[in-house]
């Protein structure tokens, strides 16, 4: 019999994976940004491939709002997440890395990183929807209301 309290604690601790996904795709984009700093001289047009001043704002705002949407789809606040819902915000993920990556074969360096992160979330995403049994309902693990 599993206690509510670990229960509680495992499903919360499926945000450690995308947490850390995050976390280097973060980090790849802070040293991309170092290794190619703006280039404040360009004024409109072609960047030809170079970060520009406001490049890094823009990922990293891009970042909390797919982590905060890579977080809810994985349900921290069910026991066993739904995996429709999983599924559907893993092909979401893909289907946006792929259009990222084919807009990013222009984009300035500091999107590198975001492109892979987001194939990689879609396939963590779509491959966590497989590791849970579609016979077994979610478990609620909401505290009682009293």
């Known amino acids: 019999m599993t206690d509510g309290v670990s229960v509680r604690r495992w499903a919360w601790s499926r945000l450690v994976v995308v947490s850390v996904l995050f976390a280097l795709a973060v980090a790849a984009a802070l040293v991309d940004w170092h290794r190619h700093p703006p280039a404040a001289q360009l004024d409109g047009g072609s960047i030809n491939m ?46 946006w890395g792929v259009l990222r990556w084919l807009v990013g074969l222009h984009s300035p360096p500091v999107m590198f990183a975001h492109d892979i992160l ?20 979610p478990v609620d693990i909401s505290p009682p209301v009293t």
């Open 118 to 137: 987001m194939l990689i979330v879609a396939l963590v995403l779509c491959g966590a929807t497989l590791a849970y049994s579609r016979s077994e309902p």
């Open 50 to 95: 170079r970060n520009v001043p406001g490049d890094l704002a823009t990922v990293l705002c891009l970042y909390a709002i797919e982590f905060i949407v890579a977080g809810a789809a994985f349900q921290p606040w069910l026991g066993r997440p739904r995996r429709r819902i999983l599924g559907s915000i893993g092909l979401l993920f893909g289907v």
